[in-house]
């Protein structure tokens, strides 16, 4: 086994998913080395969201494998998957989805608090790393208080908080304006990069993909890899 095979944290073959009658992903190939960052873009419709969900264990295909670091998604009992993905992945969203009524570092601190690590040195951690988001200065502030542009970085952080191996991230700056959406997205690729979090990053932005190390389109449900120049 070569070390390129060795190094695989993601790979998912011949995926199918259908919603009823609607073919969403057709037959998809995909492999994700540990510490890559892939862009995924693609139209709406295109099944970009979908392809993100059977590889992130949230909708098992219809048809094919997915395999995270070896293991064979679809045979893991609920509650082992459901602590894959607690432990081992993280999500950022469009919206950021943080919790309104919890300050920004009780957010960030989330999935420290629920592998069991205590409050204090759980905060200590998040602190951190909201530091280096410069939100250093927000720490105590409920998230329903933050701009658009706070509240995507508090999403980074907990995203990447416990030293996941993969974060899928769904158009994670698409609600921020093209300036603080470039530095988050700047932000967040360096601190992934940093701990070497693999990440999967669906986005309509060509720039956002560019920073990439691999590119794949979407169309109809069909995904491709581009070859880089
Ligand atoms: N829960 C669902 N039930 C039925 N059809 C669905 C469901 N979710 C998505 N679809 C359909 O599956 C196809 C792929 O949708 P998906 O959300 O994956 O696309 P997308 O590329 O992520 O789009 P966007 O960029 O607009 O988010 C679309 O035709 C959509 O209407």
Request: proline letters at 3%; glycine letters at 8%; charged letters at 20%.
């Amino acid at each position: 086994m070569g070390a390129r095979t060795m190094d695989i944290i993601l790979r998912a073959q011949g995926v199918d998913l259908f919603y009823g009658e609607q073919h969403a992903v057709r037959s998809a190939d995909f492999t994700l080395a540990r510490g890559e960052v892939a862009a995924i873009m693609g139209s709406s419709g295109s099944g970009k969201s979908s392809l993100l969900y059977c590889l992130a264990g949230v909708l098992p295909p219809t048809n094919g494998s997915v395999s995270f670091d070896g293991v064979q998604l679809s045979a893991l009992p609920d509650t082992e998957l459901s602590a894959l993905r607690r432990e081992r992945i993280g999500f950022v969203f469009q919206y950021g989805e943080l919790l309104s009524e919890l300050t920004v570092e009780e957010n960030a601190a989330l999935p420290l608090r629920l592998a069991g690590i205590d409050k204090a040195r759980a905060h200590v951690i998040a602190a951190q790393l909201l530091g280096r988001l410069g939100m250093g200065d927000l720490l105590r502030r409920r998230t329903s208080k933050l701009s658009g542009g706070q509240s995507q970085r508090v999403a980074v952080a907990r995203a990447l908080v416990h030293r996941p191996d993969v974060v899928f991230a769904d158009e994670p700056t698409g609600a921020l304006d093209s300036t603080n959406a470039a530095h988050v997205l700047d932000e967040f690729l360096q601190l992934a990069r940093s701990q070497r979090t693999a990440v999967v990053i669906v986005t309509h932005d060509a720039a956002v993909a560019a920073k990439a190390d691999s590119q794949y389109t979407m169309s109809d449900g069909v995904l491709a890899q581009r070859v880089m120049a």
